[in-house]
Antibody, heavy 120, light 107 residues
Framework: QVQLQESGPGLVKPSETLSLTCTLS??????????WSWIRHPAGKGLEWIGR???????HYNPSLKSRVTMSVDTSKNQFSLKLTSVTAADTAVYYCARAALGYGDHHYWGQGTLVTVSS | DIQMTQSPSSLSASVGDRVTITCRASQTIINYLNWYQQKPGKAPKLLIYGASSLQSGVPSRFSGSGSGTDFTLTITSLQPEDFATYYCQQSYSNYYTFGQGTNLEIK
């Protein structure tokens, strides 16, 4: 079955770059057309959508993060990635990758999430 | 950007109760509205997509309705495993947004 798994450092220093990768298993990113999203959940707050991309090259970012976010995809590795620059403590959160259907943008598969803490 | 406002922010109910959670969009989103359930330490789980379509495997006590700007998630006959936080999410614009969440607690 389809599974997503986030990976990357759990601790990032302020002003540095947060880098995460999401690996798909049980399927191929090259088959079917979906949105591949990053979403985060700061402790005690609600969910925040970061951005999404398709393997065809369409990318959309949250306007509030757009200046600091880059997403990319490597279909040969069945992976997509997130980079967030100039991080601060406000970027501390559980980061999720997810797959969404094109029709209603419903996120039907999620990774388990990875906690990223921004601290010196 | 489209703002999503859920009400109430928190709700206490008992097993067997019927509960309704409301989500209002700041502009029309037609029916591009999804509902998720999240339990502590877990990833969100899709319940309803397209405002009213039940995701496969989700119990039929969950239902969604609405269109335009006003939407509801209804849970009939609450079960112990239903106590969680619920989020709505719009996908009408290229910039997705979530509601702030509704925490459903046991009374």
């Amino acid at each position: 079955q389809v599974q997503l798994q986030e990976s990357g450092p759990g601790l990032v220093k302020p002003s540095e770059t947060l880098s995460l990768t999401c690996t798909l298993s049980g399927g191929s990113m090259s088959s079917g057309t979906y949105y591949w999203s990053w979403i985060r959940h700061p402790a005690g707050k609600g969910l925040e959508w970061i951005g999404r991309l398709t393997t065809g090259g369409t990318i959309h970012y949250n306007p509030s993060l757009k200046s600091r976010v880059t997403m990319s995809v490597d279909t040969s590795k069945n992976q997509f990635s997130l980079k967030l620059t100039s991080v601060t403590a406000a970027d501390t959160a559980v980061y999720y990758c997810a797959r969404a259907a094109l029709g209603y943008g419903d996120h039907h598969y999620w990774g388990q999430g990875t906690l990223v803490t921004v601290s010196s | 950007d489209i703002q999503m406002t859920q009400s109430p922010s928190s709700l206490s109910a008992s097993v067997g109760d019927r509960v309704t959670i409301t989500c209002r969009a700041s502009q029309t989103i037609i029916n591009y509205l999804n509902w998720y359930q999240q339990k502590p330490g877990k990833a969100p789980k899709l319940l309803i997509y397209g405002a009213s379509s039940l995701q496969s495997g989700v119990p039929s006590r969950f239902s969604g309705s609405g269109s335009g700007t006003d939407f509801t998630l209804t849970i009939t006959s609450l079960q112990p495993e239903d106590f969680a936080t619920y989020y709505c999410q719009q996908s009408y614009s290229n910039y997705y947004t979530f509601g702030q969440g509704t925490n459903l607690e046991i009374k």
